[in-house]
């Protein structure tokens, strides 16, 4: 009986919370599309997400396409240049690209949304913005989500130029490949949709971790520990969100 | 021939507001009449903040009702509360100034934001707004978090009265600053009042600042106004509850909980 009760309240818990996100997800997104915007604040939020997130989505894609590389050489040992270019450049188009810069500018950019946003909620800032008749959602929520969808696939598209690249140096340097052989079958194993799934995950992540960001600062109570509690659930839950998309988005492009 | 008296400019019926089992207010009417200046007092912690956060609609009331120029405003949302809100300006009690912004932006905010004032403009009428609450101009590009409690304290004033709002909210407005400077204060406040025909609810602990500010004061205790009188007549409110308090004494009814 108390099993059942408990289960029983952790899903009434789960809707009660699937639903508030539901409706803050909604206010968010029309607010995107109502004027008055705020092309500054999104003009900010863009080069906090897009531009200071570059090193560390650069180091990240760089590291795994050389670790691809050296993977696929001991994996199928000397296959030779195709298949090598091949798993790089398939493995990071349409997965490794986006899904690491997603969790990375998760950790980046949904802690940093949730902290400021956490701190102006518990100093009072967001209920001083009403007093200017300037509504938070437009004026913190809409910027981001804007700033995150349109900034994460031009970041994946760096991820995958540089990811490539990071196989590129391993198979020449190292394995000594032919660069004009190798650089010719990365090109021939490029494929559009390939491409386009991973830029496509690249929008929808962008979305996911400015919703989880401003949703759980929004929300924060309870001075600074509750922003700590804030800034690690918002992290957390873009992060398997995040995971669960992916895994929606591949099925929906490739398990036709 | 009767004619029907304007209506009040704020009017809380029967408030109620409670935090989980916390009865905070319990049943507060209180009027405040067009170009009123009212100062409300009580013991720390009786629901002074929750009482403003409820009429302008930070707070939503568990029942009873607000009203503003005798509209209801209790239960509006979205477009129709923001043209109310437009009515009012507020500091609150922790100053609460953007911390993103620089000091100008903040008292310019309403100016550009709301009243879609050019930025050069905004920040002009900002800096004379910084010098009427005592000031300098060359702090307007600082961040508010390299400022003084007190200092940050007279930014948020400033940015509440920049628009020239019709209703004024002050959370202890003196709080925090020495004598002088509450004085100056207190001009200010009165002087807004006065020239610009706002109507001003202030919230105060200083007694003295009270008297100066306002045109009656209301005290709150125990989650009702127990008193609600003209200034003049607070000595003699007949109220054990007002002695005690305006008084400073430790003991009366207004029990304070400490260990003796
Ligand atoms: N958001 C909130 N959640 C829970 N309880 C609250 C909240 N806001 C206020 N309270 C409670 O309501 C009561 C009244 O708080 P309020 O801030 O109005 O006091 P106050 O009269 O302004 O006191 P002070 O003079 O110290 O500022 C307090 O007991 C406080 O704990
Ligand atoms: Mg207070």
């Known amino acids: 009986m108390g099993l059942l009760r408990a289960l029983g309240r952790s899903v009434i818990n789960l809707f009660a919370v699937t639903g508030r996100i539901g409706v803050f997800t909604g206010n968010g997104v029309f607010h995107c599309f109502s004027p008055p915007f705020f092309p500054r604040l999104v003009g900010q939020q863009m080069v906090e997400i897009g531009f200071y997130s570059l090193p560390v989505v650069g180091l990240t894609a760089i590291f795994t396409g050389m670790v691809l590389a050296l993977q696929s050489f001991s994996g199928f040992g000397f ?10 450049v398939w493995g990071i188009t349409r997965e490794l690209g986006p899904v690491l810069a997603g969790l990375m500018v998760a950790g980046r950019i949904g802690a940093a949304m949730a902290a400021e946003i956490g701190t102006m909620r518990v100093t009072e800032q967001i209920d001083a913005l ?28 760096v ?19 032919n660069p004009m052989t190798y650089l010719r079958s990365t090109w021939d194993n490029l494929e559009f949709i390939g491409f386009f799934s991973g830029i496509v995950k690249a929008a929808v992540f962008g979305f996911i971790i400015a919703l989880m960001g401003t949703y759980h600062g929004y929300n924060s109570k309870g001075g600074s520990q509750g922003v700590g509690q804030a800034t690690t659930n918002a992290v957390v839950s873009a992060s398997i969100l995040l995971l669960l998309f992916n895994f929606i988005i591949t099925a929906i492009f490739f398990a036709a | 021939m009767t004619t029907t008296p304007p209506p009040a400019k704020i009017e809380t019926r029967d408030l109620h507001k409670a935090f989980g089992g916390k009865q905070v207010l319990r049943g507060v009417n209180l009027t405040i ?6 100062a409300v007092i009580g013991a720390s912690g009786t629901g002074k903040s929750v009482l403003i956060k409820n009429i302008i609609g930070l707070m939503h009331p568990d029942s009873g009702s607000v009203l503003i120029d005798g509209q209801d405003v209790t239960a509006l949302t979205g477009r129709d509360r923001e043209q109310v809100t437009r009515k009012f300006g507020m500091l609150f009690q922790g100053a609460a100034l953007f911390d993103s912004l620089p000091v100008w932006e903040n008292v310019a905010f309403g100016l550009i934001q709301v009243q879609r004032m050019a930025r050069q403009d905004a920040r002009e009428k900002a800096i004379e707004a910084m010098i009427q609450v005592g000031l300098e101009p060359d702090i ?19 940015r509440a009265i920049a628009t020239k709002p019709e209703i004024m909210f ?5 709080t925090g600053l020495d004598p002088i400077m509450g004085s100056v204060i207190d001009n200010l406040i009165i002087k807004s009042v006065r020239e610009l025909g706002a109507t001003a609810l202030s919230i105060t602990h200083d007694m003295a600042s009270a008297r100066r500010i306002a045109d009656n004061i209301a005290m709150i205790y125990d989650g009702i106004i127990v008193w ?13 509850v007002v002695d005690q308090f305006i008084n400073g004494r430790s003991h009366g009814p207004i029990d304070m909980l400490v260990a003796s």
């Open chain 2, 170 to 174: 002050f959370d202890e407005p003196t």
């Open chain 1, 159 to 177: 991820a995958d130029i540089i990811g490539v690249m990071g196989g590129f140096i391993v198979s020449i340097y190292d394995f000594g490949f």
């Open chain 1, 79 to 88: 296959a030779g240049e195709a298949t090598i270019a091949n798993v790089v």
């Open chain 2, 228 to 240: 609600h009188g003209p200034v003049d007549a607070i000595d003699d409110s007949g109220s054990d």
């Open chain 2, 33 to 38: 009449q067009p170009g009123e200046s009212l």
């Open chain 2, 140 to 158: 307007a590009e600082r961040s508010p978090a390299e400022l003084s409690g007190g200092m940050q304290k007279r930014v948020g004033l400033a």
């Open chain 1, 130 to 157: 009403t007093t200017l008749s300037t509504n938070p959602y437009k004026y913190l929520v809409a910027p981001r989500l804007i700033a995150a969808v349109a900034m994460m696939p031009l970041l994946v598209l």
